[in-house]
């Protein structure tokens, strides 16, 4: 039975860590086409994200075979703060990059209607 979960845990770190590196492959991608604010805090978002992630699983594994529970928690909460910041700055690249985008559209929009 306890390999069943095991699998489920496996499964879905492997479908996280794609789907971030997808994600950061697209930021990597924007940056190279057009290197502004927005797709710099893009990039740098997901970077920090996407190695806080990977790294988080293998300390996780390391602190729950050899530390004590209480560092456990301590490790889950300061990996949770950071997890958040590094989503907050994805997404003030991302209302950056939404403004600056509709701000563009607009002024196609214009011109095209003189």
């Given at each position: 039975?306890?390999?069943?979960?095991?699998?489920?845990?496996?499964?879905?770190?492997?479908l996280?860590?794609?789907?971030?590196?997808?994600?950061?492959i697209?930021?990597?991608?924007?940056?190279?086409?057009?290197r502004?604010?927005?797709?710099?805090?893009?990039?740098?978002?997901?970077?920090?994200?996407?190695?806080?992630?990977?790294?988080?699983?293998?300390?996780?594994?390391?602190?729950?075979r050899?530390?004590?529970?209480?560092?456990l928690?301590?490790?889950?909460?300061?990996?949770?703060?950071?997890?958040a910041?590094?989503?907050?700055?994805?997404?003030i690249?991302?209302?950056?990059f939404?403004?600056?985008?509709?701000?563009?559209?607009?002024?196609?929009?214009?011109?095209?209607s003189?």
């Amino acid at each position: 039975m306890t390999e069943s979960y095991l699998s489920y845990f496996i499964a879905s770190n492997v479908l996280t860590i794609l789907s971030q590196i997808s994600v950061w492959i697209v930021c990597l991608l924007l940056i190279l086409r057009k290197r502004t604010l927005s797709s710099i805090l893009l990039l740098l978002g997901s970077t920090l994200f996407t190695l806080s992630s990977v790294s988080g699983i293998f300390i996780q594994a390391l602190l729950a075979r050899t530390s004590e529970p209480e560092t456990l928690l301590k490790y889950n909460g300061i990996l949770a703060l950071s997890t958040a910041l590094f989503y907050v700055i994805f997404a003030i690249g991302f209302v950056i990059f939404i403004l600056d985008y509709l701000k563009f559209s607009r002024e196609v929009t214009n011109s095209s209607s003189l």
